[in-house]
């Protein structure tokens, strides 16, 4: 079958294609949590005294009691029988981005002979997969193989169901033989202990006594492509790339804006549905759901979580939306911009931290310049955005985001707060020596007595801002769809920790020397504003003035790709910060910088050989074909007396010439090898590889729009966005 026969028969197969129906509804309460071994579980199934001390670990984050893990395991074990599971996994997640599990039976086999059903706490606790088959960086060797896994008790073990059976899911940290974490939950749970222990120590100098754990907390908003299998699985691109190699622009993109939270198709629906019931079964609280802005996109949003949670529910929210999207026909992509020239997608995680004492830390209340509190925790996030801005931009980097950061759906790679007008001059105020007052909320008369009058907040939202408040969190909105969130929540815990601990230690020397905590406060918060106050801005992020006076004016870093952004992780700020903090050793840090480093080039290095491989194989054929077939009809119909214009079997000629001269150049400079460095590859791969891509890219997609129809070897923007 021609690649344009098997784009007719997808097109058929589709447009023929019912929605999958969905199974009657159950209620909230009937699927919620229902596949989590969760504390209400462990409280039916545990002794008292057992289910105390685990509730502790969990909730406050004392230390197991390790003479509990038998009775936990066995309890986990017959729960999960009597859910139908015959496996347990230990369930990880290695610094790719994605999520690894290392599956184990329940069996064993006792001296007679006998199979028997266990899980020891000793095997709960510990695993041991390969160590040095992963990506880390040069701590391990390919000869050194040990590698352990450590049951993380703060995240609920849970089943996963499959055609085959049910497997009990154990969230896991994954560490080296010598001691390093060569993964992404390591380093978040130092980072938790860290906040809290310096979020602790300023709450006490505000004069609060009893203190409950201070944790962060994590809402992401999840935004994907869906495109049917049946197209999906006709582009090599989209099946090893994730996104679009080619593809000329249709003629309606998202100019009308008339998908964005419109109507959602009723197929899509179908996998809305069944995807939030999956998600509910696993207690992931999938809250919002909508049609995004570019046709075919859409998001998924849960309520807020704990950090630690909400990073381990967001690696199985992406696994979900590939898995039901597979059985619906679709394939979801992740990747932040399959297509050219409409919105990627980005995965805006909301932070905010708080305690069950003192309540979310970065709420400003009514009356936000009374808040002392408020604004020191507020303060200490604009001295960090300012200090370890290139810090940020590093842990959104990756080959996939580069294309989205910048855009004018996503924020620039310039590292800024915004506040909003009321916050932003409060901090004026400070900044100035004094406080007065804050602008109050108002309230919008419509004009139709039937209508409520509706509050008008005392601050508006800032679109292209990469880190904006937004009344009582903030959102980092440059992360990267297809990336875990663990990386952005380390890198803001760590930075929130260092600067409240500075904040606390000149707190406590301006009280020393006899000042009130709120003279104290604003004298402290003014220092902050002095040094740091460059880093909050509340304009246009796209614009070209942003750019060059946050750069030339205010010192702040334009770090556009990758390549700019990632070695900023070997800089000795970044190393200082994550040493002083515990978060991370000099050598982990050293195997992130090579492990990222690696990926962005080897994604780079597939992609430049994908482009090459289909221009030669799908796209230069079918111009050859198509020209054939053009300059054999004009010359038979010269021979009957009829004089056509061959202008577009030139310009066929033409853009084919220019595509395998383009090809030719790619191959070449694809196959360079020698460099000095990692970072002079990256650089040669951002500078050099990538506009050597697009340039045979430019040709195709004009070849696109010159070859018939019946001609084209591969699904086209038009069939894959808009054929639901």
Known sequence: MSGNESRLQAIYEITNREPMPSAAPASLEDLWATDVFNLAKMQERLPKTVFKSVKKTIQSGAALDPSVADTVATAMKDWALSKGAKYYAHVFYPMTNATAEKHDGFISVDSDGVAISELSGKLLVQGEPDGSSFPNGGIRGTFEARGYTGWDPTSPVYIVDTANGATLCIPTVFLSWTGEALDKKVPLLRSIEAMNKSAS???????????????????????????????????????????????????????????????????????????????????????????????????????????????????????????????????????????????????????????????????????????????????????????????????????????????????????????????????????????????????????????????????DRNRTSPFAFTGNRFEFRAVGSSQSVSGPLIALNTMLAESLDWIANRLEAEMSGGKEVSAAALSVLKEVMDEHGNAIFGGDGYSEEWHKMAVE?????????????????????????????????????????????????????????????????????????????????????????????????????????????????????????????????????????????DEVRESADALEGEIADEYWPLPTYQEMLFIK
């Open 553 to 693: 004016e205010r010192g702040l870093l334009n770090l556009p790709t990758t390549a700019d952004a990632l070695p900023h992780l070997q800089s000795e700020p970044i190393k200082d910060l994550f040493s002083k903090i515990g978060v991370l050793s000099e050598k982990e840090l050293e195997s992130r910088y090579e492990v990222y480093s690696e990926q962005y080039i080897l994604a780079i290095d597939v992609e430049a050989k994908l482009v090459a491989e289909m221009a030669k194989t799908k796209i230069y054929p079918a111009a050859i074909q198509y020209l054939a077939e053009l300059s054999s009809t004009i010359a038979n119909l010269k021979e009957v007396g009829v004089e056509l214009d061959n202008s577009q079997a030139q310009t066929v000629a033409g853009f084919t010439q220019s595509l395998m001269a383009s090809v030719k150049k790619l191959s070449e400079a694809a196959a360079k090898e020698d460099f000095g460095s990692v970072a002079e590859h990256m650089q040669y791969c951002a500078k050099t590889i990538r506009p050597l891509m």
């Open 201 to 459: 120590k300023l709450l006490s100098l505000l004069g609060h006594a009893d203190i409950a754990p201070v944790n962060s907390s994590c809402g992401a908003e999840q935004e994907y492509f869906l495109v049917d299998s049946n197209f999906a699985n006709s582009r090599p691109d989209l099946l090893l790339a994730g996104r679009t190699l080619f593809g000329k622009a249709p003629a309606k993109g998202q100019q009308f804006d008339d998908h964005y939270f419109g109507a959602i198709p009723e197929r899509v629906q179908c996998f809305m549905h069944d995807l939030e019931e999956r998600l509910y079964r696993l207690g992931i609280p999938a809250k919002t759901k909508h049609n995004e802005v570019a046709p075919g996109q859409f998001e998924v949003a849960p309520i807020f979580e704990s950090a630690n949670v909400a990073s381990d529910h967001q690696q199985m929210m992406m696994t979900l939306l590939r898995k039901v999207a597979q059985k619906h026909g679709f394939m979801c992509l992740l990747h932040e911009k399959p297509f050219a020239g409409i919105n990627g997608s980005g995965k805006h995680v909301n932070w905010s931290v708080g305690n069950a004492t003192q309540g979310n830390l970065l709420d400003p209340g009514d009356t936000p310049h009374d808040n002392t509190q408020f604004l020191l925790f507020c303060g200490a996030v604009i001295r960090g955005v300012h200090k370890y801005g290139p810090l940020m931009r590093s842990v959104i980097a990756t080959a996939s985001n580069d294309h989205r950061l910048g855009a004018n759906e996503a924020p620039p790679a310039i590292m800024s707060v915004y506040l909003g007008s009321q916050l932003e001059d409060v901090f004026e105020q400070i900044k100035a020596g004094s406080l007065t007052g804050s602008q109050e909320k108002g309230v919008m008369d419509l004009g139709v007595t039937i209508l409520p009058n509706l509050t008008k907040d005392a601050g």
